[in-house]
């Protein structure tokens, strides 16, 4: 009789186990085949990203340099400054011309001074955005950084593929200044740097002529 509940028992838990076996087969397996090429996608992903992670380790060199780019960067910040004062004092101004302390003329020029100095100031910044005040090579030489200043004056940095730059000769000249060299990327045609070569200290020509050109 044990023998029999025995082979019994036996039996049963070798169905249960073909059967969970076969569950498993049926239904885990697939659930991991989804998952790996999700897996795949963001190995991928953060494999693009590491180039620019590992921009940080790298050791860079300087190609060029702008030795004004730092009165630039000053003259795009006191616009802030120009704004500021002004806005402050024309309602002093306006309050002491109301009261007798001050004639209308010299609100007047006060007024006139501040705003063409700001509108000064606002186009000194326009024409400065986005200027190259240094270039950077790492040690394989096809990863550039660029750093420019913004608008306000600010300094910004970007990574750039060697490869990623636009030719000179594909680009279309939409400058009538000869001294102001465009920088253009491949993927961001719309996005433009711009190079005085002419007024900034270059320490490697070779590269920097195989770069931008003459």
């Not at 076996?21 to 992903?45: I, M």
């Not at 795009?76 to 002491?96: C, D, E, H, M, N």
């Not at 001074?113 to 005040?133: E, P």
Request: charged share 20%; hydrophobic share 45%.
């Amino acid at each position: 009789m044990c023998y029999i509940l025995e082979f019994t028992f036996l039996t049963v838990m070798s169905s249960v186990h073909r059967e969970v076996a076969r569950l498993l087969g049926t239904v885990c397996l697939p659930t991991v085949a989804t998952l790996l090429p999700r897996r795949r996608l963001s190995t991928n992903s953060a494999e693009k990203t590491l180039v620019h992670e590992n921009a940080g380790f790298t050791e860079w060199r300087t190609v060029y340099s702008l030795p004004a780019i730092r009165l630039v960067a000053a003259l795009s910040r006191l616009k802030v400054y120009q704004a500021s004062l002004t806005a402050a004092g024309l309602p002093i101004a306006f309050a002491l011309g109301q009261a007798g302390q001050l004639t209308m003329d010299a609100l007047s020029i006060y007024a006139a001074v501040g705003v063409s100095g700001l509108a000064t100031l606002t186009v000194v910044s326009f024409a400065a955005k986005n200027l190259v005040g240094f270039i950077y090579v790492n040690e394989q030489q096809d990863l550039l950084k660029l750093a420019y200043v913004d608008f306000w004056g600010r300094r910004k940095e970007s990574l750039v593929d060697i490869k990623d730059l636009l030719p000179s000769s594909d680009q279309e000249s939409s400058t009538r200044l000869r001294f102001v060299t465009p920088i253009r990327l491949r993927s961001s045609p719309d996005k433009r740097f711009n190079l005085l070569s002419r007024f900034g200290h270059v320490s490697d020509p070779q590269l920097f002529e195989g770069l931008f050109g003459d």
